[in-house]
């Protein structure tokens, strides 16, 4: 199969992305963070709640993510850009049969990287990797007001996380780097940065090279989204059903690792052939240029 290791140097209308910098993003979102967080510490001071309470992690990223976008759609409409082409045709056809078959292998993909890792992490720092395993739990029982942690959490973790993420990582930095580097190296940095700011960083790679060919395919975030979502949805389930069933097996051995290994050639079967079938063809274009601004 063909590839390509760089659009054309000159895309029409992609000097606009200059202001839309990764450095710049950066900056924005740390600022934005610093601010919200500031913020929230007083508003717990006037509420009846411990500055350290696992609701208000969750109300910091919902605001400083939600935020950053605003900031980066602003930013972007001031250097002439016409965002809604970097969201496409939000009614874009969904292939419900490729989506249904690779988000289930995404999350088994999950488990494995995971449990692989923490099996790697346990040979040398049996606790660490035992205070990561716990880590992964619920901190239902560490809020002061339980039902607003799990509405926060679902609203975070399914809604709030996709469309955000989506946004920043498929939309904004896939567009910037690889009219920088070229749509191949743009594709997979944006992935491994994605990958690197999660604690599972080889899984949530993968799944940002899957998230940026559903992108590429559909010319629209609305697919991407989807799939993020029904991805979240599923593993907070899983997590759900099973979180007495790690509890179970003492610590950590040899049963995560061959459990992590069926994982991965599990999900190995879906992934691999997905990344090769939908890999973009020499000469692709990003959706921002081929949207029709009319049809977003």
Request: a positive charge.
């Given at each position: 199969m063909s590839r390509s290791p760089a659009l054309p140097p000159a895309e029409p209308g992609s000097a606009g992305f200059s202001a839309l910098k990764a450095r710049y993003?950066?900056?924005?979102?740390?600022?934005?963070?610093?601010g919200v967080g500031l913020g929230v510490v007083a508003l717990a001071r006037l509420l009846p709640l411990p500055s350290d309470d696992p609701v208000l992690a969750y109300v910091v990223y919902c605001v400083t993510f939600v935020?950053?976008?605003?900031?980066s759609w602003q930013r972007g409409r001031r250097a002439h850009l016409q965002m809604r082409r970097l969201w496409g045709n939000w009614r874009a056809v969904i292939p419900w049969g490729s989506l249904l078959r690779v988000v289930p292998a995404l999350v088994v993909l999950s488990m494995g990287t995971t449990l692989l890792m923490l099996y790697w992490v346990s040979l040398s720092f049996p606790e660490l990797a035992e205070s990561m395993l716990d880590s992964l739990g619920e901190e239902e029982?560490?809020?002061?007001?339980?039902?607003?942690?799990?509405?926060?959490?679902w609203l975070s973790i399914a809604v709030v996380a996709p469309i955000t993420e989506e946004w920043l990582f498929r939309g904004i930095l896939?567009?910037?780097?690889?009219?920088?580097?070229?749509?191949?190296?743009?594709?997979?940095?944006?992935?491994?940065?994605?990958?690197?700011?999660?604690?599972?960083?080889?899984?949530?790679?993968?799944?940002g090279l899957v998230m940026g060919l559903l992108y590429l395919k559909a010319r629209s975030l609305s697919l991407p989204i989807l799939a993020h979502a029904l991805n979240n949805i599923l593993a907070l389930a899983l997590g759900s059903l099973g979180g007495g069933v790690v509890e179970q097996v003492d610590p950590i051995g040899s049963f995560h690792l061959y459990y992590s290994l069926c994982c991965l050639v599990l999900a190995g079967f879906i992934v691999i052939p997905f990344l090769r079938c939908h890999w973009p063809e020499r000469g692709a274009h990003l959706p921002y240029f081929v949207n029709c601004p009319h049809s977003c």
């Open positions: 993003l950066l900056l924005a979102f740390l600022s934005i963070n610093g935020l950053t976008c605003i900031w029982g560490e809020t002061a007001w339980p039902q607003v942690y799990q509405g926060l959490r896939l567009h910037r780097w690889s009219l920088k580097w070229g749509l191949d190296r743009g594709l997979l940095a944006s992935s491994v940065v994605f990958g690197l700011l999660h604690p599972n960083p080889l899984g949530l790679t993968v799944f």
